[in-house]
């Protein structure tokens, strides 16, 4: 079951921002949509500043980080959008999805006040399956995010087919999300990056404690660079976000 914001938000906005080289992609997504609502908007990273957007957030503790000159916000949740049909060019919602209640229902809401595309980024399961973070670290992020992300195609099927464009995490990610240190893997070991990765609150507290010590022991004897250290020369990688694009109608 998902924490809510409001007790695992409070200091998104100390590590999370949008990547300058992922929103270019979500802008790309977004094509010559006038008007867009942001939905699960939290402290509006991504929120397209070209376009009228309107951004929809439940938590409290999110919209007080929003900044000031952000996208007007409504406090509402995917599942009940008040809106009318059709109200925007686009609906957007990024790395939100897995955390709704009910995701049929809220998917079935950005598309009904999207007039003609729906925008959704997130996380497949399978392709993010090899990272070594959850594969060899913290596996009981893996069983949890099973029961939170549905497999990407069924995704794809319930908007009525969606094109797939893989999202790959640069080196140098300025959003702190659960892949963005792949290759700083020092930074897991700093609760407060933890801290604004929602998965790390969501498994027991003994996993964690396990897999940062066994990641500590395997930094501080280069096991983890004898293993993995080739990445700390990559300029990206594909850790499995994708952008899903569908079109309305
Ligand atoms: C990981 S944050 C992403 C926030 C923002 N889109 C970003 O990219 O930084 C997930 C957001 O989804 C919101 N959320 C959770 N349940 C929701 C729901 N049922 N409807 C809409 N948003 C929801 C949370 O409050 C949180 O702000």
Redesign the pocket.
Known sequence: M?K??DTI?RR?SLN?R?DPRIARQIVEALGNAATAV?????????EPRHLAVMA????IE?IRQRPPDASPVVR????HLPFADGAFDASL????IH???DQAR?LAEIRRVARRRVVI?TWDLAAGATFWLTAHYFPEITVFDSTRFAPIEELADSLGGAKMIPVPVPRDCQ?G?LAAFWARPEEYLDAGRRASM?CFAQIPHEAIEDGLARLTRDLADGAWDRRFGELRSRDSLDAGYRILIAEAG
Do not use: C, Q
């Open positions: 998902n809510s914001y938000g998104y999370r949008a942001n939905v699960g908007a939290g402290t509006g990273s991504y929809v957030e439940p938590s999110m509402a949740i995917a599942e919602a990024v790395l939100t955390h709704w209640k809220g980024l959003d999300f929602s």
